[in-house]
């Protein structure tokens, strides 16, 4: 599925093919909530990074989060105007790219089911409104954003 994106301000807009469109992983991290968080959490999708084209590369600034007092390889890109959240890029797995849902404006699927991940550092506001076959995790999910969707048979 072609996902296409862009910031508030339409500085940057952007193009990503994806396997894995449906905004299930809801992450209450400290990170997550402070940089892109509504609600008290962010919902990142996949994408293939090769297939990234962006136009209005010079808005993107980029921010490492520190993670136990070191930092982090992961890379959220922002827009420097707006600071709208667009995707998080990590060297260690190239071949990947998380847009953030909230900054794509193609309509997604709706899940099916949901996974609550890091709940263990959500903020003491933050209500969960996990449903019934929601999963939840104090830390990492037992699953990837990709293993998720082929279990479910939701890959596009």
């Not at 190239?94 to 900054?103: C, I, K, Q, Y």
């Not at 309509?107 to 076959?133: C, I, Y």
Request: aromatic share 10%; glycine share 8%.
């Amino acid at each position: 599925m072609l996902l296409e994106g862009s910031c508030h301000c339409q500085a940057v807009t952007f193009s990503v093919k994806s396997h894995h469109p449906y905004p299930f992983n809801r992450c209450y991290c400290s990170i997550c909530r402070k940089t892109a968080g509504g609600g008290g959490y962010a919902i990142n999708l996949s994408g293939d990074s090769k297939t990234l084209n962006v136009r209005g590369e010079e808005h993107i600034s980029v921010y490492s989060a520190l993670i136990n007092r070191e930092q982090s390889t992961g890379e959220r890109h922002f827009c420097k105007h707006c600071a709208s959240s667009l995707w998080v890029y990590d060297p260690d797995w190239p071949e990947l790219v998380h847009p953030f849902a909230s900054a794509i404006d193609t309509p997604l699927p709706t899940p099916p089911k949901r996974t609550h991940m890091m709940l263990g550092s959500r903020a003491d506001w933050v209500e969960v409104n996990a449903g019934f076959q929601d999963k939840c995790f104090d830390e990492y999910p037992d699953e990837s954003l990709a293993e998720w969707h082929q279990r479910l048979g939701l890959e596009r």
